[in-house]
């Protein structure tokens, strides 16, 4: 008779889709799916983070593709289920990472720059987050590689102590303020779109052309 239809494999994503390049990651296990075997997929809707061990506890899955930022993301391991990490806040040896080498992102960024000739650089980072803390490291690395010197400058992380206006006013007030200080011109690397913004915001506040006075 005819073969047994293979077992469709139920696979959760747990992927905020709300970044672009999380989307990105989607658009890839699509293409998986599209060019190998179908999968049956459980796709995380916005906020479900916060519950993650009451579905977790009761899902009869084969296996799960996480981006997962939440106090519960342990109980993500503990299932006994195969689990890739894509973003790298599990921070488990067990669990294979597929992730951007942010080290290298900052590298890339400075040689960008350095070749363009600035003589003058800084960074904006997030403390505290290993991806934006890695990029600043590559930055300034090969910034100092070079004899040069970069100053770098702390944002506070987007949450809810840090949102609405008058938080980002005073954000803007402090970013400014460092970014009136630096030698012109300046090379400056942001870690994030986020940070690029406010950076560009700042910059129209004190009537600095960019990119000739900061690039």
């Keep these: 008779g005819d ?23 989607l658009t890839g296990v699509a293409r ?13 809707p916005n906020g479900v983070d916060k519950s993650l061990p009451d579905w977790l506890r009761d899902w ?12 519960a993301s342990f109980v993500v391991t503990q ?33 960008h720059l350095l070749e363009r ?25 090969t910034v100092e590689q070079r004899g040069l010197r970069c100053e770098v400058y702390t944002m506070p992380v987007p949450g809810p102590a840090e949102s609405g206006p008058k938080s980002w006013e005073q954000q803007q007030q402090r970013l400014a303020a460092w970014l009136g200080g630096l030698p012109k011109p300046v090379g400056i690397m942001s870690t994030n779109d986020l940070t690029g913004q406010q950076l560009l915001e700042a910059c129209l506040r004190l009537r600095i052309k960019v990119p000739e006075q900061v690039a």
């Design 60 to 71: 009869a899955g084969d296996g799960i593709i996480a981006a997962v930022n939440d106090p």
């Design 79 to 111: 299932r006994g289920l195969p689990v890739v990490d894509v973003v790298g806040f599990l921070r488990n040896a067990r669990v294979p990472l597929v992730h951007t080498n942010d080290r290298s992102v900052g590298r890339a960024g400075a040689e």
């Design 117 to 141: 000739g600035f003589r003058h650089f800084g960074f904006c980072v997030y403390a505290g987050q290993f991806w934006s803390e890695h990029r600043r490291d590559g930055f300034v690395a």
């Design 32 to 44: 998986y799916i599209q060019e190998h075997e179908p999968w049956a997929i459980y796709l995380k």
């Design 3 to 25: 073969p047994e239809p293979r077992r469709l494999k139920h696979v959760a994503l747990i992927v905020e889709s709300a970044i672009a390049p999380r989307r990105n990651r």
